[in-house]
């Protein structure tokens, strides 16, 4: 069994951003375990769903599991399907219109439906997740909530962080959202979400310091709040 500094220290390792880029492709065990970006428009000329769409791909990760069951560095999306969110299609819309040009995230799996005699390349999804700065997101991408732990001093650690498309979690003990440049009430809502839904960004990690010692904060560069749908706004 790893002694608590060795366990410490290869968390730490894990999460730095080198490890995960290095790292092993993902394989998703089960439906809905990944989130994607879009990396770039399908330009490419030839007939509609074959071609048309966009590519996208697991974020955190090298290599992305695509829809035909290769390995790539990004995977090509014809259509989203939205089922599983019983959206309307002008939701659809709205939500691609800030996922296609790569300021949102969405958690799902890449699947070929058939439409006909023609597979569609397609992102089945049951999250959605919109950028609240519009920045460039640049980092480890993780899942952010408060963990529950009240303390009388700091640094504490109150919140949560789950890397995306990896099973790691730990506790740190604070949290920047203005450093993406988002508009101060966006930044209040991140920190209101916190509590309930959390909260996705992307960043890095600084060393923070207090009467309790050191402790990790993460400085976001970009951060996510759940899509709404136009019927519950």
């Not at 809905?32 to 509609?48: E, G, M, N, P, W």
């Not at 999306?77 to 296609?100: H, I, M």
């Not at 460039?136 to 732990?149: D, M, Q, Y």
């Amino acid at each position: 069994m790893l002694n608590k500094f060795a366990s410490s220290a290869l968390a730490c390792l894990v999460l730095s951003s080198t490890a995960l880029a290095q790292s092993a492709p993902i394989v998703s065990p089960t439906p809905f375990s990944s989130h994607y970006i879009v990396t770039r428009l399908d330009l490419r000329k030839c007939a509609y769903p074959v071609c048309g769409g966009y590519f996208v791909k697991a974020v955190n990760r090298a290599l992305t599991r695509c829809a035909n069951g290769t390995l790539q560095k990004d995977c090509h999306v014809a259509t989203l399907n939205t089922s599983a969110l019983r959206w309307s299609p002008e939701d659809r819309d709205a939500f691609e219109q800030s996922f296609t040009p790569g300021h949102a995230l969405a958690g799902g799996k890449l699947v070929a439906l058939k439409n006909g005699a023609t597979k569609v390349d397609t992102l089945v999804i049951s999250e959605a997740w919109v950028g609240q700065a519009l920045s460039k997101p640049s980092g480890v991408f993780s899942a952010l909530k408060n963990s529950g732990i009240v303390c009388i001093t700091t640094p504490c650690p109150s919140i949560r962080e789950t890397v995306l498309n990896y099973p790691i979690g730990r506790n740190i003990h604070g949290l920047d959202l203005a450093a993406s440049g988002a508009k101060p009430d966006r930044v209040d809502a991140g920190f209101q979400a916190l509590g309930s839904t959390g909260v996705l960004a992307v960043g890095t990690h600084q060393t923070i310091t207090g009467p309790a010692g050191q402790g990790q904060q993460f400085v976001a560069s970009e951060f996510y709040l759940p899509f709404v749908p136009a019927k519950i706004r």
